[in-house]
């Protein structure tokens, strides 16, 4: 049984409008990407072992939101309890075309503190036996600086000692300084240093470091230390540049029609290839796989689709 441990944020989920219809949910990109990489994985005896590491408060919403996770298969053991603050919440707003624009309350979310948590030792023990440590922009970004700086030098010494390290850039500019995007790319060069596989959206490449082609985004991240990239490209599918492949390549998708809501596409993406991708090693199926369940999640609203759309998309995996 092969274990991956994602490292992340889950936050109350409001998805709706404003003073009208609204519905209560979860979500974050990583929790996302962890119950997609559950409901993704085919029923063998080698079933692989999805923990979550994250900090939650005490309150019952926290203790609801974590049994949910339970439910779905998510292993809780590595999340940790802060007695004094709560997740943080954020509010979804969709356009006619699916797109959606984000509030967020999160200043003193608990995730926020989880490398000065006290039995975050606990978690650093438990991650050197994990076979991969998944862990996105966000992940990165709303910790403060000095325990951002200490989680990478955790990274790297994780790969260091054999652990694989995927990354996903997933940027949100509200989360960073202003500064011509200076404090991001900082530490985002330390993060492909210590990256095997990077699953990143080209927009979002496109906007930190200004590439024109995903091309170039392969090109620049295989020079940083990223042994495979997967360049996400929404409807025309993934670019992947692959260890040991001469030239990066094009894997499509069939593009949809109806997109209702994008919130998850890259997230369910992550969850559809890295459960793939851990049980073959098969990249170019992952990355079908992962196109198939990215493009079922968009049509329907929210974060997290029902078990049953999921499982239609899973029908059509390779």
Known sequence: MKTIAIIGECMIELNGKPFG????TFGGDTLNAAIYLCRSQRDSASKLLVKYV???????????MTARWKQEGVDTSLVLTDTKRSP???????????????????????????VQHPEFAKVKSALKSADMVFVSGISLAIL???DRAQMLEL?????????EIAFDSNYRPALWPNDNHQ???????????????????????????????PLQTCERLTALGAKTVIVKLGANGCLVSELGVNEPYNVSTTVVENVVDTTSAGDSFNGGFLATYLE??????????????AGEVIQHKGAIISKAHTDAAKNKFK
């Open 280 to 293: 073959t090693g098969d990249i170019k199926q992952a990355c079908h796989n992962g196109n198939v369940l």
């Open 21 to 24: 219809e609204m519905q209560q």
């Open 88 to 114: 943080g919440l954020y509010l979804i707003q969709l356009d006619e075309q699916g797109e959606r624009t984000f509030l967020y309350w999160r200043d003193q979310s608990a995730a926020k503190y989880l």
């Open 144 to 146: 403060p600086k000095q």
């Open 54 to 64: 994250t900090v939650m408060g005490s309150e019952p919403l926290s203790q609801e």
């Open 155 to 163: 990274l790297a010494q994780l790969r260091e000692s054999g652990v």
């Open 183 to 213: 404090t991001v790319q900082s530490a985002y060069r330390l993060m492909y240093q210590t990256t095997d596989l990077a699953l990143v959206t080209f927009d979002d490449e496109q906007a930190i470091w200004g590439d024109e082609t």
